[in-house]
């Protein structure tokens, strides 16, 4: 079977697997941040699928930072663009307790400094930017896919506003990574509100610039949630409410 970026893909998880091609294509063809990318027609006839499949690519690359999607002037190379790690949509199934356990104790260092760093360094666009997606959040607090992924992205923006670039990718990575895993976690934390409730708090400690608060909030928030992992019965159903 050919390998490389125009092999055939796999249809079984088709959006992955186009968009490590299209991530290879990149790197194979030596295109660097900035440069303008083929066109959507053109990419999709490249590689054989149609357009809504390769746009569905791009914006999981997108959220990853290789590419940059300017709608009416194109597709662009991000900051990012080498890299590789794209969520395996191939991973299905329940995750086990010990796999949350583990993606929570590898969070909880990084979200920590991520914290503390933005309540230094946090402009107020930042904050705003913050205080818009909690404000999604609370309006979608019976809607789990949005709530699960505006939280996530409130938890990416404080690492953003810590202005490390590296830890801002590694919470990116792990939160791209293991999608399921964080909606698991969600599912089994249970109360929507509480987490919600902690969210503001933290907020409003980045708000203030207040490091040591921030720290304490991010804390008490990762490690309540791992509290009730601890308690869980991996074999149960989580619940919702």
Known sequence: MPS????????????DD????????????GYAPGDRLPSIANLAGRFGVGAPTLREALKKLETLGTVVVRHGSGVYVGARPNRMIIPNGALTGRPSKKTLLDLLEARLPVELTTVRLAAAHATPEDVASMAGLLAHAEAHLDDDDVLNTTN????????????NGVLHQLLDVLTSLF???????MDIYGS???DHTEHVEILDALRARDADLAVARMRAHLEGVRAVLLQWDGDAEPDSD
């Open 4 to 15: 490389g970026p125009a092999a055939p893909l796999l249809r079984r998880n088709l959006p």
């Open 18 to 29: 186009l968009a490590r091609r299209i991530a290879s294509l990149i790197e194979a063809e």
């Open 152 to 163: 996530m992205a409130f938890h990416r923006a404080i690492a953003e506003a810590s202005g």
């Open 179 to 185: 999608q399921g895993e964080q909606r698991a976690i």
């Open 192 to 194: 929507r509100r509480r």
